[in-house]
């Protein structure tokens, strides 16, 4: 071939070009202006008749022009076809709702319906050869191809399904003009099915495919072409959900079961939303998940029977040995002189012990790693340990507690702001029962970081007590009267010695200091009995006891205040 004649294939497929391009199409005109007057379908017929001939002349010129072209103008065509079908598709529709007798168009439109249905197979045959070059592609195209081959095969298998649910819409117009459509049907439903089947296949490839690219990666996590390939991998099978959910919905319409390949899509897609509704997918999922539960209760239910039955054994053995193991700690512990709250510290963290091993062991009967499992807890532990700083400042004091001992249970203190008897500790708080009959829950960093007054720590105390005399009364008589109160009372102690002395020369009084000695569970009586009996005494005896007065002297003449009104 001359380069005349290149130049001359090269002219006319631009000028082929622009003759598709150019050429007016009736079809993208809205539906709606087309009446329903004799006089204007002969015009639509007349406008179909015109762009029909000029798509078979267009048609005609294809294998004149250069292969590069050629593959243009084939999809330029393709998309002639359609925009002629969606116009005779609403010219059919307006013959269809027409009440006048119009038998010679019905005739023509149902001519253009079976030309176009003829079309539309070809073009799925054709197209048919494109996807599955596209698909032999795939599998040994290379990265940097990978990606834009998966654009192509996604664009011709919409192609397709597009042109298929053409053929549908023909066939119904085609069936409501009368003619025999049975066939046409059988054979679109065969190939919809074909075009489905062979979609889900491609899924469960790809899904092989993943698995094993992923197994690589695993191996060199940095190989980029292995990355790359699993992204498309990724893309292609979504592509193949996207178009299985279409091409099984076409199916659904022709009156086929496919909640088969609806299932499909569920499981790659994870779309629940769009199939919640529909019983047969829902159940049909429902019915897979049971026959793989049973096939797994078959093939390992015996095998986890016995583990299951060992793990619960192991449990039940380190109960009992945990108890043990408490009950040996508590008569250790009587024998060594701790406090109580760390002897039961000591003995409940021995049994805890005891039941966190029969645990670990427990799970490891399962089948479960314990390692992974005791490196998640030490990182749990750590994410715990900084999100309760708090909490571990109240642990650390209340280990100083137990390790100083301060106080302990049955004691009366005065911590952190509360004074009453220690009901219960743990390693974080400390339980108060007050005079008052409240439970106050203490902080144990609250208390260890103040002043700590254990009362009952010691086996006797001194009541300390303050007597005034008026100036003008005996002190020695007073001294002799309060010796005689405090050593008549059974309560108080000879050893060590009370003590009654003058203490201060106060504004008004002469004030004694009384300071028996008695037993620590007999302070409040003694207190409360003594107080009493010098009242009573100092009365008996005439020894007067002062209280502030103030005597006020008013300088000058007295005014007199006016009288009000």
Same mark, same amino acid.
């Given at each position: 071939?001359?380069?005349?004649?290149?130049?001359?294939?090269?002219?006319?497929?631009?000028?082929?070009?622009?003759?598709?391009?150019?050429?007016?199409?009736?079809?993208?005109?809205?539906?709606?202006?087309?009446?329903?007057?004799?006089?204007?379908?002969?015009?639509?017929?007349?406008?179909?008749?015109?762009?029909?001939?000029?798509?078979?002349?267009?048609?005609?010129?294809?294998?004149?022009?250069?292969?590069?072209?050629?593959?243009?103008?084939?999809?330029?065509?393709?998309?002639?076809?359609?925009?002629?079908?969606?116009?005779?598709?609403?010219?059919?529709?307006?013959?269809?709702?027409?009440?006048?007798?119009?038998?010679?168009?019905?005739?023509?439109?149902?001519?253009?319906?079976?030309?176009?249905?003829?079309?539309?197979?070809?073009?799925?045959?054709?197209?048919?050869?494109?996807?599955?070059?596209?698909?032999?592609?795939?599998?040994?195209?290379?990265?940097?191809?990978?990606?834009?081959?998966?654009?192509?095969?996604?664009?011709?298998?919409?192609?397709?399904?597009?042109?298929?649910?053409?053929?549908?819409?023909?066939?119904?117009?085609?069936?409501?003009?009368?003619?025999?459509?049975?066939?046409?049907?059988?054979?679109?439903?065969?190939?919809?099915?074909?075009?489905?089947?062979?979609?889900?296949?491609?899924?469960? *490839?790809?899904? +092989?495919?993943?698995?094993?690219? $992923?197994?690589? &990666?695993? =191996? @060199?996590? /940095?190989? !980029?072409?292995?990355?790359?390939?699993?992204?498309?991998?990724?893309?292609?099978?979504?592509?193949?959900?996207?178009?299985?959910?279409?091409?099984?919905?076409?199916?659904?319409? *022709?009156?086929? +079961?496919?909640?088969?390949?609806? $299932?499909?899509? &569920?499981? =790659? @897609?994870? /779309?629940? !939303?769009?199939?919640?509704?529909?019983?047969?997918?829902?159940?049909?999922?429902?019915?897979?998940?049971?026959?793989?539960?049973?096939?797994?209760?078959?093939?390992?239910?015996?095998?986890?029977?016995?583990?299951?039955?060992?793990?619960?054994?192991? &449990?039940?053995?380190?109960?009992?040995?945990?108890?043990?193991?408490?009950?040996?700690?508590?008569?250790?512990?009587?024998?060594?002189?701790?406090?109580?709250?760390?002897?039961?510290?000591?003995?409940?963290?021995?049994?805890?012990?005891?039941?966190?091993?029969?645990?670990?062991?427990?799970?490891?009967?399962?089948?479960?790693?314990?390692?992974?499992?005791?490196?998640?807890?030490?990182?749990?532990?750590?994410?715990?340990?900084?999100?309760?700083?708090?909490?571990?400042?109240?642990?650390?004091?209340?280990?100083?507690?137990?390790?100083?001992?301060?106080?302990?249970?049955?004691?009366?203190?005065?911590?952190?702001?509360?004074?009453?008897?220690?009901?219960?500790?743990?390693?974080?708080?400390?339980?108060?029962?007050?005079?008052?009959?409240?439970?106050?829950?203490?902080?144990?960093?609250?208390?260890?970081?103040?002043?700590?007054?254990?009362?009952?720590?010691?086996?006797?105390?001194?009541?300390?007590?303050?007597?005034?005399?008026?100036?003008?009364?005996?002190?020695?008589?007073?001294?002799?009267?309060?010796?005689?109160?405090?050593?008549?009372?059974?309560?108080?102690?000879?050893?060590?010695?009370?003590?009654?002395?003058?203490?201060?020369?106060?504004?008004?009084?002469?004030?004694?200091?009384?300071?028996?000695?008695?037993?620590?569970?007999?302070?409040?009586?003694?207190?409360?009995?003594?107080?009493?009996?010098?009242?009573?005494?100092?009365?008996?005896?005439?020894?007067?006891?002062?209280?502030?007065?103030?005597?006020?002297?008013?300088?000058?003449?007295?005014?007199?205040?006016?009288?009000?009104?």
């Amino acid at each position: 071939m001359n380069d005349r004649t290149r130049s001359g294939q090269a002219f006319a497929g631009l000028l082929f070009v622009f003759l598709a391009v150019a050429t007016p199409i009736a079809a993208q005109e809205p539906a709606d202006e087309v009446t329903q007057t004799p006089d204007a379908m002969s015009a639509s017929v007349a406008q179909l008749k015109s762009d029909i001939a000029g798509y078979f002349r267009l048609e005609a010129q294809l294998e004149e022009v250069e292969p590069g072209f050629r593959t243009l103008m084939r999809s330029r065509l393709d998309e002639r076809a359609r925009e002629i079908f969606e116009q005779i598709d609403a010219f059919a529709r307006e013959l269809l709702e027409s009440d006048e007798p119009m038998d010679e168009y019905r005739v023509e439109a149902v001519k253009w319906l079976q030309a176009l249905q003829q079309r539309a197979n070809a073009f799925i045959d054709r197209n048919r050869q494109t996807i599955l070059a596209l698909l032999e592609e795939q599998s040994r195209t290379d990265p940097a191809r990978a990606a834009e081959s998966v654009v192509e095969l996604d664009r011709a298998i919409k192609r397709t399904a597009t042109t298929n649910r053409d053929l549908y819409r023909m066939i119904e117009k085609l069936d409501d003009f009368g003619v025999d459509v049975a066939e046409e049907r059988a054979q679109l439903v065969d190939r919809v099915r074909e075009a489905a089947e062979m979609l889900a296949v491609a899924i469960h *490839l790809d899904a +092989d495919e993943l698995a094993k690219l $992923r197994a690589r &990666l695993a =191996v @060199t996590p /940095d190989d !980029a072409d292995l990355q790359t390939l699993i992204k498309v991998a990724d893309l292609r099978r979504e592509s193949y959900a996207e178009n299985l959910s279409s091409t099984s919905l076409l199916l659904r319409d *022709l009156g086929v +079961d496919s909640s088969e390949y609806r $299932r499909l899509v &569920l499981l =790659v @897609t994870g /779309d629940v !939303a769009s199939q919640i509704l529909d019983t047969g997918v829902m159940g049909g999922l429902a019915r897979e998940w049971g026959v793989t539960a049973l096939a797994w209760i078959n093939d390992n239910g015996l095998g986890w029977a016995i583990k299951l039955i060992v793990f619960i054994l192991v &449990l039940m053995a380190f109960r009992a040995l945990s108890k043990l193991t408490r009950r040996w700690a508590e008569q250790g512990m009587r024998k060594v002189q701790l406090s109580l709250l760390l002897r039961h510290m000591i003995v409940s963290t021995a049994a805890n012990l005891v039941m966190f091993l029969g645990i670990l062991i427990a799970l490891s009967q399962l089948g479960i790693s314990l390692g992974p499992l005791l490196a998640g807890l030490g990182v749990l532990g750590f994410i715990i340990g900084f999100a309760l700083q708090d909490t571990l400042g109240n642990f650390a004091s209340g280990m100083m507690i137990l390790l100083y001992r301060p106080y302990d249970v049955g004691d009366v203190i005065d911590a952190g702001g509360v004074s009453g008897k220690v009901e219960d500790m743990t390693l974080v708080y400390t339980i108060i029962h007050t005079f008052d009959n409240q439970k106050m829950v203490v902080p144990n960093s609250k208390i260890w970081g103040d002043v700590i007054k254990n009362v009952t720590s010691q086996t006797i105390r001194r009541v300390d007590l303050v007597f005034g005399i008026s100036y003008g009364d005996d002190i020695e008589k007073a001294e002799q009267v309060l010796q005689e109160i405090v050593n008549n009372h059974p309560l108080t102690l000879d050893d060590p010695a009370p003590t009654i002395k003058v203490h201060s020369l106060g504004d008004s009084s002469v004030d004694f200091i009384v300071r028996p000695w008695v037993k620590s569970e007999d302070y409040w009586n003694v207190y409360w009995d003594l107080t009493r009996e010098v009242k009573m005494r100092f009365d008996t005896e005439g020894i007067s006891i002062p209280f502030p007065q103030r005597d006020v002297h008013v300088v000058g003449e007295a005014r007199q205040l006016p009288e009000p009104g």
